[in-house]
């Protein structure tokens, strides 16, 4: 469906309302297409695929105390007199 910016200004309720049924409408300003509404498609979460890398730590026995890990880990950087 095509529209001028007219009708978008005047008839908005209307062009959403033809969005919500799945059409696209194209807003044209004089003469020439500038705008595309189109619907939004819900996002479905249950397709996401974990990361495998995810809990790669899990098993590590050297970060069961993160804080002292993380404080040997920075040791070496930092002198302290």
Known sequence: MQATAKDLRFHSTELL??????EEVIITYRGKPC???VPI???KTEDIIPNE???I???NK???DVENYVRNIRKGRFHAN
Request: net charge negative; proline share 0%.
């Open 53 to 55: 890398l995810f809990g």
């Open 41 to 43: 498609v819900e996002d």
């Open 17 to 22: 309302n033809t969005v919500k049924r799945g």
């Open 57 to 59: 730590w899990d098993d």
């Open 35 to 37: 705008a595309k509404l």
């Open 62 to 64: 050297q970060t069961e």
